[in-house]
């Protein structure tokens, strides 16, 4: 068995597990895309071999392995800046939830405080 088909057999591998993956519902749509887009875009650099060496004499990539590993890095540092978006949405999400609560908190012990004095003999 050859590099090229082991690697085409682990990219389809790799791309019906997060489809599986996303009908389970353990992984969200969104962040799926993202993997099916790096499945997707690998499997032709496995079927057609003869392709890297064309694409990298292109951009000017002398080694064409060089750039599988350009488009692993982009594909991490768009993936990381993803996150980090998504990240910073659930930060200021939880800051409000908390200021929410802590209003709510003290509203709840200034009625209970009127309460008590309304109630208090006199």
């Known amino acids: ?3 090229y088909l082991l690697s085409a057999v682990f990219c389809l591998i790799f791309l019906f597990a997060t489809i ?30 003869d392709m ?3 694409l990298s004499e292109l951009v000017r990539i002398h080694y064409p392995p060089s ?14 800046l993803h996150l980090t ?3 910073s949405k659930l930060q200021r999400k939880l800051t409000r ?7 709510l908190e ?5 009625g209970a405080a009127d309460d008590r004095h309304r109630n208090r003999p006199t």
């Open 1 to 3: 068995m050859t590099i």
């Open 20 to 49: 599986e993956l996303i009908r389970r519902q353990k992984l969200e749509e969104q962040y799926a895309l993202l993997w099916l887009g790096l499945g997707l875009v690998m499997l032709p650099f496995c079927l057609f071999p």
């Open 52 to 54: 890297l060496p064309k």
């Open 67 to 80: 750039l599988l590993f350009l488009i692993g890095l982009a594909f991490s540092l768009v993936f990381i």
């Open 85 to 87: 978006i998504v990240i």
């Open 97 to 103: 939830l908390v200021q929410q609560l802590a209003l």
């Open 106 to 110: 003290a509203g709840a012990k200034e």
